[in-house]
């Protein structure tokens, strides 16, 4: 479906990920404006990007004059604003919009953020954190949310092939990133056999094969 929706996003973002899988499982056509996150100390932080997201994060969603920030809001915004084109997002019944609305903050408030750049930079400046113990740290709180996945998923009658039923999600939108630096980050994955499934299934449709990292335009010139 042809729209005016722009997506500043940068390949390898977690959070620019999970958009860009809701993006096309929608089935919706959009715009990709890469911020780099390294160049030039960050194009996050610069002027030009404060004035579109004062917050200086991606990603970002403009909708003709609207501007859409957090990755969950986008999502929702999609959904709520596209109701009728190709998947839900979310489950039409509140209980289990709740239930997927949980599995995705698991990943986008508890675990995702203690890995993301500017906390790894973080722990480097002002802890002097070599590479080993950032990926230490990465691999402890990835492997604690998805910990707390793998149970909420197992042995749950609303888990289907997917997160929540037979089709994906937000809640699906939100783990395959997170599970993609599971492996980034080398974490061992064998307690985790659930989310291996739904990772496999998720990874079989076009609409997460072409949002994954590699494949965005910006990949190819990355730091």
């Known amino acids: 479906m042809a729209t005016g929706l722009v997506l500043y996003g940068y390949w390898r973002s977690s959070a620019a990920y999970r958009v860009r899988i809701a993006l096309n499982l929608k089935g919706l056509s959009y715009e990709s404006r890469p911020v780099h996150l390294l160049r030039d100390g960050g194009e996050q932080h610069a002027a030009a990007y404060r004035t579109v997201n004062p917050q200086e994060l991606i990603?970002?969603?403009?909708?003709?004059?609207?501007?859409?920030?957090?990755?969950?809001?986008?999502?929702?915004?999609?959904?709520?604003?596209?109701?009728?084109?190709?998947?839900?997002?979310?489950?039409?019944?509140?209980?289990?919009?709740?239930?997927?609305?949980?599995m995705a903050m698991v990943v986008a408030c508890d675990t995702h953020p203690l890995g993301n750049l500017r906390v790894l930079n973080q722990?480097?400046?002002?802890?002097?954190?070599?590479?080993?113990?950032?990926?230490?740290?990465?691999?402890?709180?990835?492997?604690?949310?998805?910990k707390s996945l793998e149970a909420m998923l197992a042995d749950n009658a609303a888990t289907g092939r997917y997160c929540h039923g037979e089709t994906p999600g937000l809640?699906?939108?939100?783990?395959?990133?997170?599970?993609?630096?599971?492996?980034?980050?080398?974490?061992?994955l064998d307690n985790y056999p659930t989310l291996r499934r739904i990772y496999q299934a998720c990874n079989e449709l076009e609409a997460f094969q072409h949002a994954a990292p590699e494949v965005q335009p910006d990949a190819a010139v990355a730091a």
């Not at 999609?78 to 289990?96: F, H, K, N």
Request: hydrophobic share 45%; charged share 25%.
């Open 123 to 146: 722990l480097e400046s002002q802890f002097g954190a070599d590479e080993a113990q950032r990926a230490e740290w990465s691999r402890h709180w990835i492997a604690t949310g998805l």
């Open 59 to 102: 990603p970002c969603l403009l909708d003709g004059d609207r501007v859409i920030t957090q990755s969950l809001a986008i999502m929702e915004y999609l959904d709520d604003i596209y109701p009728e084109l190709e998947t839900a997002l979310l489950p039409v019944d509140a209980r289990g919009r709740a239930r997927v609305r949980s």
């Open 171 to 188: 809640a699906d939108a939100c783990l395959i990133p997170q599970f993609y630096n599971a492996l980034r980050w080398k974490l061992p």
